[in-house]
T-cell receptor, first 115, second 111 residues
Framework: DVKVTQSSRYLVKRTGEKVFLECVQD?????MFWYRQDPGLGLRLIYF???????EKGDIPEGYSVSREKKERFSLILESASTNQTSMYLC??????????????FGSGTQLSVL | AQTVTQSQPEMSVQEAETVTLSCTYD???????LFWYKQPPSRQMILVIR??????QNATENRFSVNFQKAAKSFSLKISDSQLGDAAMYFC????????FGTGTRLQVFP
């Protein structure tokens, strides 16, 4: 089975801190995604990547950046954390072909609290 | 704009009974895919079932089946013989090139 591992299950940071959320997948998937999950809003796409060193903005990229230096690792960066970035962050990967008809494999999420 | 609507924030069902979760979507596309994902308390989302819009036959996976009505843009999930392990958040999702999720339905299963 594909394993998507997010480095932290819970994270507490202070306003203005730079925050790194790490995600690693072990099945040589081309595509990786970062979502944000909020109650009543479902999942919203922040950024995605179809290849190493490649990134594309999703629906809510403001305040975030990403890095994909290696195929298996996709990092989400909050340059200066704010309280409205308190949320559950989910990483996902898929084999190839974009999000069209591909099954996504998800990590277990990082619950980030910004105080 | 393409949207996915899940009008039931919470549902409950007794063990061994059947429950249906509703989902509607809005699109002008004719070719697309629809999904139901399950998010248990462990938080790791897993794919439950997938439907291709050009296929008229409703998808089935063991106790999970869908009622796909393309003209009505409706994609409901039926869970038969409900089990305690079915308790989770269920998300409906639509895609042509980008996956769009609904807001989720929390399903409780009572013994």
């Amino acid at each position: 089975d594909v394993k998507v591992t997010q480095s932290s299950r819970y994270l507490v940071k202070r306003t203005g801190e730079k925050v790194f959320l790490e995600c690693v997948q072990d099945m040589d998937h081309e595509n990786m995604f970062w979502y944000r999950q909020d109650p009543g809003l479902g999942l919203r796409l922040i950024y995605f990547s179809y290849d190493v060193k490649m990134k594309e903005k999703g629906d809510i990229p403001e305040g975030y950046s990403v890095s994909r230096e290696k195929k298996e690792r996709f990092s989400l960066i909050l340059e200066s954390a704010s309280t409205n970035q308190t949320s559950m962050y989910l990483c996902a990967s898929s084999l190839n072909g974009g999000q069209g008809n591909e099954k996504l494999f998800f990590g277990s999420g990082t619950q980030l609290s910004v105080l | 704009a393409q949207t996915v609507t899940q009008s039931q924030p919470e549902m409950s069902v007794q063990e061994a009974e059947t429950v249906t979760l509703s989902c509607t979507y809005d699109t002008s596309e004719s070719d697309y895919y629809l999904f139901w994902y399950k998010q248990p308390p462990s938080r790791q989302m897993i794919l439950v079932i997938r439907q291709e819009a050009y296929k008229q036959q409703n998808a089935t996976e063991n106790r999970f089946s869908v009622n796909f009505q393309k003209a009505a843009k409706s994609f409901s999930l039926k869970i038969s013989d409900s089990q305690l392990g079915d308790a989770a958040m269920y998300f409906c999702a639509y895609t042509t090139d980008k996956l769009i999720f609904g807001t989720g339905t929390r399903l409780q299963v009572f013994p």
